[in-house]
């Protein structure tokens, strides 16, 4: 990350912190949603009969979730830009409205197929699942059409189906019409379904550079320079259909990046202008949302995926969010586990990450580290967490402390759990 990068984070988390309350009352941050149905496994396939065979993970949508996906970032998008204008005329027959929205659908599909510039096969994989297929299902086209705005209804399903086809670029797109600034709930909407179509178009794309990865392998060039960068810059030296989506995936704030312990080259969404009018356009709230879609992973088979100097920064941004939002089923556990995580390598290490040098003193950096979590005048999860070991180790030269021998993996969580239950504060003054 350079500087004028972690330089907006700082500002980020400072505009977060400001508007963060001293404490939260629990009815008005414990409401449930109902939890949206588990992710199921999915193959995207090769097209090479006896090339690699590519296993995602993807959200398999059936009939019986066809609804739930269109009430998950599509609804409210859908009365948005219905046209108030439109007559829809009700003398038409039923089939026959049905047949005609079918074919405007194809429309849009079409389109999108040329913005994102993928082959029949991959783009089947990106429609997969959308809620059009409902109006081939008799019995729900019998039972909307006994209503006498069935044809409503009808188009209702188009319209939701073609927000379901809009990519990530055209999203951000829409939201400059319709800003969210003031709307939390909506904001995290717009996000689980916004996250849900980077990680498909993450996982097609990933699939394409398997498909050619004899070519990346075997394309020559100075070592010394990164490859993804380089395959960007000369794609027309590559094969057509790599080409072409390396020619439209920055649009949709995609780059290739090589992996610094794998060394695999990967499509990897990043921090673009189009991504930063995010900021603006949703609730303060999800700022920590909006800059794991960028920043993730944290850890990568236990190492650290940043410089321990700048897992302050990260922390406190990600705990602004968790202590801040009201929990989804989406969004929320997956940031918290990997709070967690990011915490807990820098509080206890492990076999690759060592904290304490040969002599059992806490090594410097870490030091510095574990300071700035503890400096907070506000009652944070981390400053009660890292407040009274950062004190005892002080007052023993930075080589023990027995809150740190006794601190679980999960403390962090909990403290998280006492602030939302309002207690953290009395908590800390208690100690």
């Given at each position: 990350?350079?500087?004028?990068?972690?330089?907006?984070?700082?500002?980020?988390?400072?505009?977060?912190?400001?508007?963060?309350?001293?404490?939260?009352?629990?009815?008005?941050?414990?409401?449930?949603?109902?939890?949206?149905?588990?992710?199921?496994?999915?193959?995207?396939?090769?097209?090479?009969?006896?090339?690699?065979?590519?296993?995602?993970?993807?959200?398999?949508?059936?009939?019986?979730?066809?609804?739930?996906?269109?009430?998950?970032?599509?609804?409210?998008?859908?009365?948005?830009?219905?046209?108030?204008?439109?007559?829809?005329?009700?003398?038409?027959?039923?089939?026959?409205?049905?047949?005609?929205?079918?074919?405007?659908?194809?429309?849009?599909?079409?389109?999108?197929?040329?913005?994102?510039?993928?082959?029949?096969?991959?783009?089947?994989?990106?429609?997969?699942?959308?809620?059009?297929?409902?109006?081939?299902?008799?019995?729900?086209?019998?039972?909307?059409?006994?209503?006498?705005?069935?044809?409503?209804?009808?188009?209702?399903?188009?319209?939701?189906?073609?927000?379901?086809?809009?990519?990530?670029?055209?999203?951000?797109?829409?939201?400059?019409?319709?800003?969210?600034?003031?709307?939390?709930?909506?904001?995290?909407?717009?996000?689980?379904?916004?996250?849900?179509?980077?990680?498909?178009?993450?996982?097609?794309?990933?699939?394409?550079?398997?498909?050619?990865?004899?070519?990346?392998?075997?394309?020559?060039?100075?070592?010394?320079?990164?490859?993804?960068?380089?395959?960007?810059?000369?794609?027309?030296?590559?094969?057509?259909?790599?080409?072409?989506?390396?020619?439209?995936?920055?649009?949709?704030?995609?780059?290739?990046?090589?992996?610094?312990?794998?060394?695999?080259?990967?499509?990897?969404?990043?921090?673009?202008?189009?991504?930063?009018?995010?900021?603006?356009?949703?609730?303060?709230?999800?700022?920590?949302?909006?800059?794991?879609?960028?920043?993730?992973?944290?850890?990568?088979?236990?190492?650290?995926?940043?410089?321990?100097?700048?897992?302050?920064?990260?922390?406190?941004?990600?705990?602004?969010?968790?202590?801040?939002?009201?929990?989804?089923?989406?969004?929320?556990?997956?940031?918290?586990?990997?709070?967690?995580?990011?915490?807990?390598?820098?509080l206890k290490g492990d076999n690759k990450n060592v904290v304490f040098d040969e002599n059992g003193v806490l090594l410097s950096e870490y030091q510095e580290v574990w300071r700035k979590l503890a400096d907070s005048e506000?009652?944070?999860?981390?400053?009660?967490?890292?407040?009274?070991?950062?004190?005892?180790?002080?007052?023993?030269?930075?080589?023990?402390?027995?809150?740190?021998?006794?601190?679980?993996?999960?403390?962090?969580?909990?403290?998280?759990?006492?602030?939302?239950?309002?207690?953290?504060?009395?908590?800390?003054?208690?100690?």
């Open positions: 990350m350079d500087n004028d990068q972690f330089e907006k984070r700082m500002e980020l988390l400072k505009k977060a912190y400001d508007r963060v309350p001293s404490s939260f009352h629990p009815d008005e941050v414990f409401k449930k949603i109902d939890e949206t149905k588990p992710p199921e496994r999915l193959s995207i396939p090769s097209k090479k009969k006896r090339g690699i065979r590519q296993h995602v993970t993807a959200w398999a949508v059936g009939i019986s979730c066809i609804f739930l996906i269109g009430l998950i970032g599509t609804g409210v998008v859908v009365d948005q830009n219905r046209n108030a204008n439109e007559q829809i005329d009700h003398s038409v027959p039923k089939k026959e409205y049905i047949e005609e929205l079918k074919k405007k659908f194809e429309v849009e599909k079409e389109k999108r197929q040329k913005e994102l510039a993928l082959d029949d096969h991959y783009f089947d994989q990106y429609v997969q699942g959308n809620s059009i297929s409902i109006l081939n299902h008799d019995d729900y086209v019998k039972s909307v059409s006994q209503n006498a705005n069935a044809n409503d209804r009808f188009y209702e399903d188009y319209l939701r189906a073609v927000e379901q086809l809009k990519t990530p670029a055209e999203m951000i797109d829409d939201l400059l019409l319709n800003p969210l600034s003031e709307d939390e709930e909506k904001s995290i909407e717009f996000l689980i379904h916004y996250r849900k179509k980077l990680e498909r178009l993450s996982m097609i794309y990933n699939a394409i550079l398997t498909d050619h990865k004899q070519a990346i392998d075997s394309y020559e060039m100075d070592p010394t320079v990164d490859k993804a960068l380089i395959i960007m810059d000369r794609r027309n030296q590559f094969p057509d259909s790599l080409q072409s989506i390396l020619s439209t995936m920055s649009k949709q704030s995609f780059q290739l990046r090589t992996s610094k312990r794998s060394g695999e080259i990967k499509a990897h969404y990043y921090n673009t202008i189009h991504h930063d009018r995010l900021y603006d356009l949703l609730h303060h709230s999800v700022y920590g949302y909006i800059q794991m879609l960028v920043e993730e992973p944290y850890t990568y088979g236990g190492y650290l995926e940043y410089p321990l100097e700048e897992t302050p920064s990260i922390l406190s941004m990600m705990e602004g969010t968790l202590m801040t939002v009201e929990e989804d089923s989406t969004l929320y556990p997956i940031m918290k586990a990997q709070f967690t995580t990011l915490f807990n390598v820098v506000k009652a944070t999860p981390l400053t009660y967490v890292m407040k009274p070991i950062v004190e005892e180790m002080e007052a023993s030269n930075w080589r023990s402390s027995k809150t740190w021998d006794r601190t679980s993996y999960y403390a962090v969580e909990e403290a998280l759990v006492l602030y939302k239950e309002g207690q953290l504060e009395r908590f800390m003054n208690e100690d």
